[in-house]
């Protein structure tokens, strides 16, 4: 079981030098708006994350931010451990956007790489939510061995479902992800495993960002 990070314990100064690149740019509700924006993990939680194996990065044009996981990998059979078939992660970011916006998230996209033996099943799911608000719906995706190549998910929200940060609060955003591997019905000798870690950079999850202007105050 890997370490945890209690939420007393001092914010991880992980100041956002890098850029997300999502493959496939997206906007969704206002213009972003053209202020720095910066992101810190306040808190890490969980079997999938021991503190300092996840970071952030948000896109230059402000449309969304990537999380990488370094040490995120699920797996069963062979020589694996009971505890190892499910694993999790639960990031709190402070997130500090330009003054007069808001924002939601319109779409997830998740991905990784997964080795599944025949018979063997696999699980991603997640959801997130700002603090003190109710979370979302929690989306679940399954896989099915055999399978040995890259996966990815996308989870998106209708536009009239979108939920908003309050406007002139900042909260934290809690995102809570999950991956299992269920190996009984597969020769009990191959390793199965599902992973959304990344060695190089290049498999992250991808969080779209909805913007919209805060009304003036009066």
Known sequence: MLSTLSAGAAVASLLLAGSASPTA???????PPTGKITITVATVNGSGCRPGSAAVAIAPDNTAFTVTYSEYL???????????ARKNCQIALNVHVPQGFTYAIARADYRGYASLAPGA????????YFQGQQQTARKSHTFTGPYETNWQTSDETDVDALVYAPCGEER????????????????????????????????????????????ARK
Not at 74 to 84: L, Y
Not at 121 to 128: C, I, P, S, V
Not at 200 to 205: A, E, V, Y
């Open 74 to 84: 699920a797996q069963a059979g062979g020589a694996s451990k009971p505890t190892d």
């Open 25 to 31: 740019p997206a906007r969704f509700g206002d213009d």
């Open 121 to 128: 099943k696999g699980l991603e799911q997640a959801n997130y």
């Open 172 to 215: 934290y955003f809690n995102i809570n992800t999950e991956l299992r591997v269920d190996g009984k019905s597969a020769d009990p000798k191959a390793t199965s495993y599902m992973a959304m870690d990344s060695t190089d950079g290049s498999i992250n999850t991808v969080y779209h960002f909805a913007w919209k202007e805060c009304p």
